[in-house]
């Protein structure tokens, strides 16, 4: 059994980390926060309690195991600690980006996990040896208590070789792990699980949904009876719809074309496709949709088309995935765009009510809230549901500490 029903999340990204303490007998958030700049000058921390208390720490950080060991300080310390010894943290549950086609589920960490993550750092360089650096600091920091992985990749696993497989050569998915593996995995499965409970189709092997994870980052998935059976992110999370700094999808010979027109290498290029395209690339100004909203309706034409160009790449989604699944129930929205951003919503669903997706206009008057955007008696439900990525991870923790099946 578990000896806390207190589970510490971690996040840990290339120079940051996010983290959250749950208590498991009700699942609520006990507090939060965040260490940025790890590793660089003026690293500091902040550390946020429910009832709106908060402190920041402003130290030198220099690696993950500095972080951490900030983030127990933060937990015990008697202004604003939710813990007196940090031996009241039950387990940890980490954030891993990448598991390739190792890891179908969560999994307790062992020696031969970590070498598997090491194993598929080439498809997640920035974010697999941060994650892993954040398991390692917890295991030196807390010696016995159980640490678990949670894939970003896992839920994902599901789909068939039809939907994942790239037509390239044969032997580049076997040599080289070259295939679509799709990312925000536990945003997915969360929301499409509550899609279910909320339409009473919960165990229906028939409910098929569309969930639309729409924020800085954007992916979409088909999901039938609970099993992801396509999604828009590839090997990369580059690949899908055009995102608030990414390109999404296009025609590779850009590359070769634009390189040979500017002189940049491939990183420079790669760079170019991560970091200055999106949404941010079309309007010139910014990746927040809420600049381009407002850019928008100052007249501005670049913002505009932004915001066109990703609510119709978006409807073409939908669409698509219904067909791929010979149906949809359900479409959902989530994440901080899908859950904000009553017009992307609206815009996104325009011109397919032949399908029967539609949304009540008074209805998507909504934000942050669980709450159904069609309207009365539709063919097919739209809901916005808040996504939990953090409640995934504490639940998956919990339940594997337990020896319990997830």
């Known amino acids: 059994m578990i000896r806390s ?7 840990a990204g290339s120079s940051s980390l996010k983290y959250q303490v749950f208590n498991m007998e009700d699942e609520s958030v006990l507090c939060k926060g965040a260490c940025e700049r790890i590793g660089i000058a003026d690293s500091f921390m902040k550390h946020k309690l429910p009832d709106g208390r908060s402190k920041e720490y402003r ?34 549950g980490h954030r891993v980006l990448h598991g390739g086609e190792k890891f179908t589920a969560s999994t307790l960490v062992d020696e031969k ?27 030196e920091a807390m010696p016995g208590v159980p640490q678990v992985a949670v894939f970003d990749t ?38 499409s699980a509550e899609a279910a409970r909320v339409c009473g189709r919960e165990g229906d092997p028939e409910f098929k949904v569309v969930t639309c994870h729409l924020g800085n980052g954007s992916s979409f998935a088909a999901v039938k009876g609970g099993k992801c059976i396509d999604t828009s992110m590839g090997i990369t999370p580059l690949e899908g719809i055009p995102m608030g700094t990414r390109s999404g999808s296009l025609d590779p010979a850009i590359l070769e074309y634009l390189m040979g027109r500017t002189g940049m290498d491939i990183h420079e290029m790669t760079n170019v496709l991560n970091k200055k395209s999106g949404m941010l690339g079309l309007s010139g100004k910014s990746s927040d949709f809420r600049d381009l909203e407002k850019g928008q309706e100052e007249g501005d034409f670049r913002c505009a088309l932004a915001r066109e160009v990703f609510v119709y790449q978006g409807r073409k989604l939908i669409a698509s995935y219904a067909a791929a699944m010979g149906g949809v129930d359900c479409v959902v929205f989530t994440a901080g765009v899908g859950e904000n951003d009553g017009d992307v919503r609206q815009r996104m669903v325009e011109g397919l009510d032949f399908m ?6 008074q209805r998507n008057n909504v934000r942050s809230k669980l709450a159904e955007l069609s309207p009365e008696g539709a063919k097919v439900k739209v809901w916005m549901i808040p996504t939990d990525e953090e409640l995934v991870i504490a639940r998956d923790t919990e339940a594997l500490v337990e020896g319990k099946s997830i």
Not at 5 to 11: A, E, G, P, S, T
Not at 65 to 71: E, F, K, Q, S, W
Not at 158 to 186: I, K, N, Q
């Open 59 to 92: 130290e030198d950080m220099h690696d993950h195991g500095d972080a951490i060991r900030l983030v127990f300080r933060a937990l015990t310390d008697p202004e604003v600690g939710v813990v007196k010894h940090m031996d009241e943290i039950g387990a940890v």
């Open 5 to 11: 029903m207190k589970i510490l999340v971690i996040n």
């Open 154 to 191: 896992a839920f994902h696993q599901t789909m068939p070789p039809r939907a994942f497989m790239y037509a390239l050569p044969y032997e580049y998915y076997t040599d080289h792990m070259v295939r679509r593996y799709g990312f925000h995995g536990s945003s997915h499965r969360y929301v």
């Open 113 to 139: 996990v970590k070498a598997a993550i090491r194993e598929v750092i080439p498809l997640g360089p920035l974010h697999n040896p941060a994650n892993l650096a954040g398991i390692e600091a917890c295991e």
């Open 356 to 361: 029967g997706i539609a949304i009540d206009p």
